[in-house]
């Protein structure tokens, strides 16, 4: 393995919180080592409050650790913050990279100047990115009279303008409507596949995970709690997927097809949901077993959400 | 050679140049509302010199100077009041740059984040204000009787310099303290418009306590009151130096170095890394 682009060893984070009269510690990361290599894409996920934001702060140099160490992109990030800075771009979901009230197409150039581009990176660089995240049609819209998929490419597309190696993306597609998510999800993978970029996401979208990730990183209570593939995970988990269909007529609940529990049924039978294990039986089976007994109008598959993968990590730890 | 240093030298400010550049063009895209910025910049400045010649209504002279000697302190301490405040002004409004994550985003770029935070603003409608205490200061100069030298010319320089340096570190103080003082902006308000205030009055008047606050500590005095005294060939209070009133640039030196302290420990709070 090549030298890793993220490498943290013991890396502990604990912040001092004042509540009435009473002082205690709070931990939100702890004792994390891990190693990311170079052209990687991990998925980041656990609860609110997991310890997710200030890894990310302490892997950017935005905080100092209590304990242990971290380097990333073989820089030690608050020494070599500005050095450091040239090599990765963060998306913060909340936050804005933006100049609020210049055109799209202006904060661009800003920032290339921030960077250092010569004029010919910056003109390729911006060409590249308008033309793959689809940004011609707003490019001279001020940020603010954008629309929020507008501008989370925006924000993407100003991250990436230094091309950096390490990409850390913090809840990108919050609030994203279904078109847009794809778009910005396709946009990455074509990142990643033409300049080899690292990637690094949290996110409460298990599609995300799906689609971008090839390594799952869940953290619980500051600790790492499962690292490995996406079908590793819902193996750990025995993650079900949920099957919902719509029935033509009324019938009663549809229960002991093999592998499958039946969860609600709505209108008297008319819609009903089951829960199937993904490992031990298809879509396609539970679908057929349930046309024996009534005529389906319509179906949809629902993905085991990330709320409750790591729900069940977090309770086969306790 | 000179080829050389000045590419580079444009290369190390092309991000704070273009980030000012933008800052300026979008306060001028509309030309009404910009109008009206500078008008209301140009009220608040003509309105805190009103403050003095009301005062010189009732009286002839306060602390030994009189209407026109106070015009020479009011113009000098405001101007470069104004100027600090136009250039560095948004430095001590740091919980809203804490608020919109703006200073996070700052650590993801490879300039300095003090640097940035000074370059990331410019108020132009306060060059109205600015205008009023330039006004002032002319004013000031012409009517009193001034037994010009070339010295008398530097020292002025040096005083404009100066003020503005101080009053630009107060800003930059304040800053650094709103990292951790809780309620901060009031805080340190008092300190920095408080100390505005103080610096366009005569400070003979200023009790002891007063003169070790804006005197020393934050050396306000040094802005208008006793580079004034020196044009003027008045002696300072006190029983101080004559030449005290050239030591405006130390007392430049010294809030610049409460200043990068303030921030420095404003910096580490905010990180953790322990102050």
């Known amino acids: 393995m090549s030298t890793p682009i993220i490498e943290t060893d013991g890396l502990t984070r604990e912040f001092r919180v004042r509540d009435a009269l009473r002082r205690r510690t709070l931990v939100a990361v702890d004792d994390l080592s891990l190693r990311v290599a170079p052209g990687e894409a991990v998925g980041y996920i656990g609860a609110n409050g997991a310890g997710k934001s200030t890894t990310i702060k302490m892997l950017t140099g935005i905080l100092v650790p209590t304990r242990g160490s971290v380097t990333t992109c073989g820089l030690r990030p608050v020494q070599d913050r500005r050095r450091l800075a040239r090599q990765v771009g963060v998306v913060f979901g909340q936050r804005s990279q933006l100049w609020w009230d210049l055109p799209v197409r202006e904060s661009f150039r800003i920032l290339a100047a921030i960077h250092g581009l010569s004029a010919s990176e910056e003109a390729s660089r911006t060409e590249e990115l308008v033309e793959r995240l689809e940004m011609a049609e707003f490019l001279a819209t001020p940020v603010r009279q954008l629309s929020l998929g507008q501008r989370m490419r925006g924000e993407v597309a100003a991250a990436l303008l230094h091309s950096p190696r390490l990409v850390i993306l913090d809840e990108p597609t919050i609030g994203l409507d279904v078109l847009s998510k794809q778009r910005l999800r396709e946009f990455l993978v074509a990142e990643r596949r033409t300049h080899g970029t690292t990637l690094l996401l949290t996110t409460h979208d298990m599609g995300d995970v799906e689609r971008l990730c090839d390594r799952v990183l869940v953290i619980d209570r500051g600790r790492l709690a499962y690292d490995g593939d996406l079908p590793g995970l819902s193996r750990t988990v025995g993650a079900e997927r949920v099957l919902v269909v719509d029935l033509a007529e009324p019938v009663d609940d549809l229960t002991g097809i093999p592998s499958t529990r039946h969860l609600t049924s709505e209108g008297h039978g008319l819609r009903q949901r089951l829960a199937f294990d993904a490992e031990a039986t298809t879509a396609a089976r539970v679908l057929a077993a349930v046309s024996e007994r009534a005529e389906v109008l319509d179906l949809t598959v629902e993905e085991p959400d990330i709320e409750d993968v790591v729900r069940r990590i977090y309770a086969a730890r306790r | ?275």
């Open chain 2, 1 to 275: 050679m000179a080829d050389t240093s000045t590419a580079s030298l444009r290369t190390a400010l092309r991000p704070y140049l273009a980030v000012l550049g933008s800052r300026a063009r979008s306060q001028r895209a509309y030309r009404a509302s910009f109008a009206l910025d500078l008008l209301s910049s140009l009220l608040v400045g003509a309105i805190e010199l009103a403050e003095v010649s009301v005062l010189f209504h009732s009286v002839d002279a306060l602390g030994g100077l009189d209407f026109t000697a106070i015009l020479l302190v009011f113009g000098l301490a405001d101007l470069c009041f104004s100027l600090a405040d136009m250039s560095f002004g948004h430095c001590d409004n740091l919980p809203s740059y804490l608020r919109a994550g703006t200073l996070d985003v700052f650590y993801l770029r490879p300039q300095p984040l003090l640097l940035q935070l000074i370059t990331s603003d410019i108020s132009l409608r306060r060059l109205a204000r600015a205008a009023v205490g330039a006004v002032a200061l002319t004013v000031g100069l012409v009517l009193n009787d001034i037994d010009w030298s070339p010295a008398h010319v530097l020292l002025l320089a040096l005083a404009i310099v100066s003020g503005y340096a101080v009053f630009a570190g107060m800003f930059v103080w304040a800053g650094g303290a709103q990292f951790f003082l809780v309620e901060g902006a009031e805080t340190t308000n008092a300190f920095v418009y408080g100390g505005r205030y103080a610096a366009t009055q005569p400070a003979s008047v200023w009790n002891r306590p007063l003169w070790a606050v804006f005197g020393f500590f934050f050396p306000m005095v040094f802005t208008g009151f006793l580079p004034a005294l020196w044009l003027l060939g008045y002696a300072p209070p006190y029983g101080l130096p004559d030449w005290v009133g050239w030591c405006a640039p130390a007392a430049a030196v010294w809030t610049w170095t409460l200043a990068l302290a303030s921030w420095r420990v404003g910096v580490r709070h905010y990180q953790g890394g322990g102050g």
